[in-house]
T-cell receptor, first 115, second 116 residues
Framework: GESVGLHLPTLSVQEGDNSIINCAYS??????FIWYKQESGKGPQFIID?????DKRQGQRVTVLLNKTVKHLSLQIAATQPGDSAVYFC??????????????FGTGTQLKVEL | GAGVSQSPSNKVTEKGKDVELRCDPI?????LYWYRQSLGQGLEFLIY????????KSGLPSDRFSAERTGGSVSTLTIQRTQQEDSAVYLC??????????????FGAGTRLSVL
């Protein structure tokens, strides 16, 4: 079946360094992707999104890159801070009956920021 | 403004009992979603509401699971005759139905359900 998955389950970085979290997806028809951050005991929090007609989008300290040729997404976090420690999920959107959007999540990458 | 609110935050129940989980979405958000997050399964979609109707229930794992939404706002997810495999964090999300932000779902903190 279709799936969205992550290459690395755990990523450890030094405070101040840049982080890169990767994600592979299998549904070539997907046209919208989102990155979420989930801290312990909390629900997923929206970080940034990208449409399939784009290959790069920047936010505050974050950049998402999309390579449709190899069906790969990455999330880059600049100058990683201790508050960035969390599990990061990529998700693709598929349309639901009635016009809603179903999020299909990958298994997540745990980002650990070391002081 | 207030975000998505879920209650209870934790629920411990005995196998075979029924449970009700509550979600209060962001005011004005007409779309509401329930997801389940369990070890080994990640986050999986359960059901989608548009207003008070549920046009997509495709993710509900069995007929023991049901959900309703009243007044276009609060939703309850009911699990009957709970089983140990129902233990998970149940997450609710809401979003505007139209406009540029419709693709972004805002999540509550979830209800952690433990079935003994």
């Amino acid at each position: 079946g279709e799936s969205v998955g992550l290459h690395l389950p755990t990523l450890s970085v030094q405070e101040g360094d840049n982080s890169i979290i990767n994600c592979a997806y299998s549904n070539s028809a997907s046209d919208y992707f989102i990155w979420y951050k989930q801290e312990s005991g909390k629900g997923p929090q929206f970080i940034i999104d990208i449409r399939s007609n784009m290959d790069k989008r920047q936010g505050q300290r974050v950049t998402v890159l999309l390579n449709k040729t190899v069906k790969h997404l990455s999330l880059q976090i600049a100058a990683t801070q201790p508050g960035d420690s969390a599990v990061y999920f990529c998700a693709e959107i598929t349309l639901l009956t009635g016009g809603g959007n179903k999020l299909t999540f990958g298994t997540g990458t745990q980002l650990k920021v070391e002081l | 403004g207030a975000g998505v609110s879920q209650s209870p935050s934790n629920k411990v129940t005995e196998k075979g009992k029924d449970v009700e989980l509550r979600c209060d979405p962001i005011s004005g958000h007409t779309a509401l979603y329930w997801y389940r997050q369990s070890l080994g399964q990640g986050l999986e979609f359960l059901i989608y509401f548009q207003g008070n109707s549920a046009p997509d229930k495709s993710g509900l794992p069995s007929d023991r699971f049901s959900a309703e939404r009243t007044g276009g706002s609060v939703s309850t997810l009911t699990i009957q005759r709970t089983q140990q495999e129902d233990s998970a964090v149940y997450l609710c999300a809401s979003s505007p139905y139209e406009g540029g932000a419709k693709n972004i779902q805002y999540f509550g903190a979830g209800t952690r359900l433990s079935v003994l």
